[in-house]
Nanobody, 120 residues
Framework: QVQLVESGGGLVQAGGSLRLSCAASGNIFSINAMGWYRQAPGKQRELVAGITRGGSTNYARSVKGRFTISSDNAKNTVYLQMNSLKPEDTAVYYC??????????????WGKGTLVTVSS
């Protein structure tokens, strides 16, 4: 089992920045990829960004150029730096971890989520 704990959400004005963190514990050696999903009210959960153990990254088109995903393997932590935030970025952000990829369906492990609210 793998446990994921997110932190760093909150309220920010449009144009501002936030950094989310996700600390992983447990059987982390089984994990090849981690990432962030988000779910806005009334919408489906969507992939925001992912990163593999080897450092390959991928981003949703809507956040490319504004968000950056990174990892600190020594701390078993993944970060999501969010800049130039827009009201449409408002959502609950979930950390995800998978034995293969977070970009395909069927993520193995989920965090409980952290709320990001961007005011206009």
């Amino acid at each position: 089992q793998v446990q994921l704990v997110e932190s760093g959400g909150g309220l920010v004005q449009a144009g501002g920045s936030l950094r989310l963190s996700c600390a992983a514990s447990g059987n982390i050696f089984s994990i090849n990829a981690m990432g962030w999903y988000r779910q806005a009210p009334g919408k489906q959960r969507e992939l925001v960004a992912g990163i593999t153990r080897g450092g390959s990254t991928n981003y949703a088109r809507s956040v490319k150029g504004r968000f950056t995903i990174s990892s600190d393997n020594a701390k078993n932590t993944v970060y999501l730096q969010m800049n130039s935030l827009k009201p449409e970025d408002t959502a609950v952000y979930y950390c995800a971890a998978d034995r293969t990829s977070v970009a395909t369906g069927g993520v193995d492990y989920w965090g409980k989520g952290t709320l990001v609210t961007v005011s206009s």
